[in-house]
């Protein structure tokens, strides 16, 4: 069954507000056919890539071995889905309340409200499917306690995170960077932009290495300290963003969708069924065809053979045209608090820098409630995820979950980390990384964008979405 409007699961009013652009339409229709694109796998970053193809023309056919979408960065519901997956039993214990309050993302993370996913979410108009909740609070792990990430002036002054003297000095980074101006050198305060390191820009103002863990790691969200070797301006863009999304809503730069981050591959979707593509679900083995010089041309499934001038797909349909590069281990925990020390937040994400616990990699939190329509019976949810670094993955997140006080339920898993062998320009073959620990959209964009900026040969243009999606709609 082909699917020109995939279906929402999200809220009531949103499926109907759909029914005029042929919500229920389906049709039976043969794989027989030639396509620009084909792409596999129905995760975000899939249906992103899928609706831009659509929007910019191309004739886009998008396939799923599963009968629902997201992959593995689903969202489960009813409850008992996530017991049943985990091997915990075919049934949510009643006091969960009612089973089909739960929404629970695999794979959450949070969208920085002035960032890249946000603003594509705009241009392109999928927000008309989706509905937001800013999260209430940010928060950073040091010397054993949880504190509020300072990002501006008064919150520098105010902080108990850092000194009297550390918080004069920070508060004079933070001025820097919010002044900062490629094109006026009198913002540059001396610094060289395009010689100086991260590192030296500390130096520049005094800053100790508690205060460049939470602002490296906090603030412009590397997963590691390579940054303070390299170029800084990437670094103050950085900053700057999270400064500016913080400036929009107040409490912390964050938002989270209203049911899970399953309506927003779902919204995406939607995107390009509005442009001509076309979706089937539920189709077995989608096994993509080489010809003799290695170039894709076509999937195959169930006998047939859709052809096609380019794949875009997720590493579970890549085969050995990808490589393992590591593992995440990720804890969803059901709760019936907030995270401790967290202002009693209805959401909040926690960073624990890898310094701070003797790590090479990061620790982070993600917290949600019933307040995003996520969870039931006034519970939480917090996912603890970090990158595996020992034998023991388990006890690796032994620091964050000792942060979160008592908790109901834990769904513990470990997956492996794919990245693709090779560009995908000559065989046209474009394959996703796979979702890292981090619970913010960050390495996501970054990873939609290579993939763009590789099929197109050129950087992704807002301006140039925007105008199509302008075009289209004043044609009669």
């Given at each position: 069954?082909?699917n ?7 809220s ?8 005029p ?5 389906c049709l039976?229709?043969?794989?027989d056919?030639t ?13 992103i890539l ?14 799923d ?10 969202s ?5 889905d996530?017991?049943k997956?985990?091997?915990?039993g075919?049934?949510?214990?009643e006091t969960m ?5 739960w ?12 960032g890249?996913l946000v603003k594509l ?8 499917y ?33 000194g009297?003297?550390?918080?004069r ?25 395009r ?6 820009v ?5 800053l ?8 490296g790691?906090?603030?412009?969200l ?6 303070k070797?390299q ?14 999304s913080?400036a929009r ?14 309506e ?5 979707a939607?995107?390009s069924?509005?442009?001509g593509?076309?979706?089937m679900l ?13 170039k ?8 047939e053979v859709?052809?096609?001038s ?5 590493p ?5 045209k ?10 969803i925990c059901?709760?019936?608090h ?6 009693d937040s209805l ?9 701070q ?8 939190v993600?917290?949600?409630?019933y307040a ?5 019976n ?5 996912i603890?995820?970090t ?16 942060l ?7 769904f513990?898993?470990v997956?492996?980390?794919y990245?693709?062998?090779?560009d ?10 796979s979702?890292?620990?981090?619970t ?7 990873d939609?964008?290579?993939i ?10 807002f ?6 999606i ?7």
């Open positions: 069954v082909v020109r409007y995939p279906p929402s699961w999200g009531i009013a949103q499926a109907f507000w759909l029914l652009f042929g919500y229920f339409s039976r229709v043969s794989m056919e396509y620009d694109v084909i792409v596999l796998g129905t995760g975000l970053k899939e249906c899928s609706g831009l193809l659509s929007v910019g023309g191309k004739k886009v056919l998008h396939m071995r599963n009968s629902y979408y997201g992959g593995e960065s689903a489960l519901t009813p409850l008992s996530v017991y997956k985990f091997g915990l075919n049934e949510a214990p309340g009612r089973d089909r309050d929404n629970v993302d695999l794979i959450p993370k949070l969208l920085m409200a002035n890249m979410l705009i241009h392109t108009g999928v927000t008309r989706l509905e937001f909740k800013s999260c209430e609070g940010s928060y950073v792990f040091k010397g054993g306690k949880i504190y509020k990430v300072p990002a501006d002036e008064k919150d520098a002054l105010a902080t108990s995170l850092m009297m003297f550390e918080k000095r920070f508060r004079k980074f933070l001025i820097f960077v919010n002044e900062f101006d490629e094109n006026t050198p009198d913002t540059h305060q001396g610094i060289d932009y010689k100086a390191t991260m590192q030296d500390y130096n520049k103002f005094g100790d290495q508690n205060t460049a863990d939470f602002t790691h906090a603030l412009a590397w997963t590691d300290d390579k940054y070797e170029n800084c301006l990437e670094t103050i863009q950085r900053i700057k963003l999270y400064s500016e913080l809503y107040g409490k912390s730069p964050y938002l989270y969708p209203l049911y899970g981050l399953g927003l591959p779902q919204g995406f939607r995107l069924a509005i442009y593509g076309t979706y539920d189709k077995p083995g989608c096994n993509i065809q080489f010809d003799e010089e290695g894709v041309t076509g999937v195959e499934s169930c006998g859709a052809k096609c380019a794949v875009v797909c997720d579970s349909y890549a085969g050995d990808v490589k393992k590069v590591g593992q995440v281990v990720r804890c059901i709760l019936t907030p995270v401790p020390n967290t202002k959401s909040s994400q926690l960073i624990i820098p890898q310094n616990v003797g790590r090479k990699s990061d620790i982070y993600c917290c949600v409630s995003h329509k996520v969870a039931g006034k519970n939480f949810l917090a603890c995820s990158t595996v670094e020992t034998q023991d993955p388990a006890s690796e997140l032994k620091p964050a979950l000792d979160l006080g008592p908790i109901e339920q834990k513990l898993s997956s492996d980390l990245e693709p062998i090779d995908g320009t000559n065989s046209k073959l474009f394959v996703s990384t979702y890292d620990a981090t913010h959209f960050g390495t996501t964009c970054l939609i964008l290579d763009y900026k590789r099929f197109y040969g050129e950087e992704f243009d301006s140039t979405v925007e105008g199509q302008q075009k289209e709609s004043e044609d009669p």
